[in-house]
């Protein structure tokens, strides 16, 4: 039996003549990855902050401004901290026609819909890989 070997980005195997196989970690996989992975979070955390502002109600500016606030980047939470926010996303219906055509509840799953395939692209672009599935 000669020597078989599969190697991947994380490691390899080593499969000797004698059938006995052995297996070694790349040192570097996760470092690389644990950047790359982070990198991707931040571009989505920075990008739904992005695309949602047109679609935030917005009387003051105070509710887009609490999204900035209360989000980490990074974490991969985007939170809208102002105490009506809750209000403004489940509760209000209608937008005023002078805050915007877009403006109103639910802001993010509408951003979702338009731009959700961008953001998985771009954040598939950092890693290396392709953003497969549904948004």
């Not at 606030?69 to 996303?89: C, D, E, W």
């Not at 771009?122 to 953003?131: E, H, P, R, S, V």
């Amino acid at each position: 039996m000669s020597v078989k070997e599969i190697r991947t980005p994380r490691g390899w195997i080593i499969v000797g003549p004698n059938g006995k196989a052995e297996l070694t970690w790349d040192v570097n996989f996760k470092p690389k990855w644990n950047r790359k992975f982070t990198e991707a979070q931040k571009f989505v955390d920075s990008e739904v902050l992005r695309l949602c502002e047109p679609y935030v109600p917005m009387k003051t500016g105070m509710l887009i401004k609490s999204g900035i606030l209360g989000t980490v980047i990074g974490s991969g939470k985007v939170a809208y901290i102002a105490p009506y926010a809750r209000y403004q996303y489940y509760l209000v219906r209608k937008t005023k026609s002078e805050t915007g055509k877009l403006r109103g509840s639910f802001w993010f799953q509408r951003m979702k819909e338009v731009h959700g395939r961008e953001i998985l692209d771009g954040a598939a672009k950092l890693t290396g890989g392709g953003a497969e599935g549904k948004t």
